[in-house]
């Protein structure tokens, strides 16, 4: 899928720069243009991409502090200034727009939404978006940003890639220190996704094509996509169960939102050397996918890589009804009630100080 990407905020930012190293170091050339848009100018700087700085008038390059109303009100103010840089890099060979940002912050949750909108005005091909979710461990204000982010994009873009901060982080590490790592996972991960159907040309009928990408992610809302390898053996009858455990454990402990498999939609794509590709493997992971996800609409393709592992990449559309949204949506409206509870405690003590009662006092 040729796709341009825009990384609004910090982790936007970083995610957009680890994917476009990602795809040239594979010399996939899925992605064909790249910008990153932020509030504060500290984060744009060690970016290797272009970028845009935006509420300069607002916030003097400092950023928004995690205030998601300010990062909306900025991108809208400066949302010309994008769309101009953007003019020239999104051009008719581009199959897909993808905006990318943390949701827990301020500028990627306020402005993301704001710019998929704008993006899906004027242009004409999909607009998707890459939510990255907050781990559990994070506070209160980015669990609340996130579930008022999360429900204006997932109506913004297209369809709405969901990454928890929790899913791709190794243990032992905290989630600052995973940041590096989590962020080549998900450059690893999406970046086979948006190469899938490229650089494949005349190999073989069961190849993937990019309108499988499409047509999985079309019944828009929240889609989610898992990932995992095993090493694979010569002869392709050997490679049955590696191709029906590595789509197992793609789905059911290597997703990026877990504990979300039922779905409206799903393709697999199976990457490796084709001519180790079991087909009986594939015939068989795709019915357990079906079952699985409860989904009628599963598909499937290969994606031919010069490797000696086998992988599985399996993408989810249609996911919002899934355990882990639920609980999102859950720990978000808490951290949003919690927020209001300790406002309201300080205006009440606020409220105690401005006591005429209690000035006599003193
Ligand atoms: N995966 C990943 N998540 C990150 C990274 N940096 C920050 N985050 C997460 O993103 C959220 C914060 O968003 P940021 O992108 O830092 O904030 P911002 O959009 O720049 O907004 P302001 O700093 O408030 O202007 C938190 O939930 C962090 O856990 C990163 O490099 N990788």
Same mark, same amino acid.
């Given at each position: ?15 957009? #720069? ?15 243009? =790249? ?17 845009? %700085? ?91 940003? =996130?579930? &008022?982010? %999360? ?8 369809? @709405? ?5 929790? =899913? ?18 998900? =450059?690893?991960?999406?970046? %086979? ?16 094509? @990019? #309108? ?32 029906? #455990? ?8 290597? @997703? ?67 355990? &882990? ?38």
């Amino acid at each position: 899928m040729k796709t341009v990407l825009i990384g609004v905020g910090q982790a936007g930012g970083k995610v957009t #720069s680890s994917l476009v190293e990602f795809d040239h170091d594979m010399g996939f050339n899925a992605i064909r243009g =790249a910008l990153a848009v932020n509030s504060a100018k500290a984060d744009l700087q060690p970016l290797s991409i272009d970028t845009v %700085l935006v509420g300069q008038d607002r916030v003097k390059g400092h950023g928004v502090g995690g205030d998601n109303e300010l990062g909306a009100e900025v991108m809208q103010a400066d949302a010309g200034e994008v769309m101009a840089a953007l003019d020239g890099r999104i051009t008719a060979e581009a199959e897909a727009i993808v905006v990318v940002a943390g949701l827990g912050g301020g500028t990627g949750s306020g402005g993301a939404p704001v710019l998929a909108k704008e993006l899906n005005r004027v242009y004409e091909m999909p607009v998707y978006a890459i939510g990255i979710l907050p781990g559990r461990g994070e506070g209160a204000m980015y669990q609340v940003n =996130a579930g &008022r982010s %999360l429900k204006t994009l997932v109506r913004e873009a297209d369809a @709405t890639i969901l990454v928890d901060n929790d =899913a791709w982080h190794s243990s032992g590490e905290s989630l600052e220190e995973g940041f590096d790592s989590i962020n080549d996972s998900i =450059a690893r991960r999406i970046g %086979l996704l948006f190469a899938s159907g490229e650089n494949v040309e005349g190999v073989g009928e069961s190849v993937v094509d @990019t #309108s499988e990408v499409i047509n999985t992610l079309r019944s828009g809302g929240v889609a989610a996509l898992g990932y995992a390898s095993a090493k694979a053996d010569d002869d392709p009858d050997t490679n049955i169960n590696v191709v029906t #455990s590595v789509t197992r454990n793609a789905l059911l402990t290597g @997703t990026s939102l877990p504990n979300a498999t039922k779905a409206d939609s799903a393709l697999l794509v199976v990457a490796g050397k084709p001519e180790r590709i079991s087909r009986k493997g594939v015939e068989r992971a795709r019915k357990w996918v079906e079952e699985e996800t409860g989904s009628m609409q599963v598909r499937g393709g290969d994606f031919p890589l010069d490797s000696e592992r086998l992988a599985a990449l399996v993408l989810l559309g249609g996911v919002e009804r899934s355990t &882990r949204m639920e609980e999102f949506m859950r720990r978000a409206k808490e951290a949003r009630e919690e927020t209001k509870r300790q406002a309201s405690e300080r205006e009440d003590t606020d409220k105690l100080f401005q006591n005429d009662d209690l000035d006599s006092l003193i």
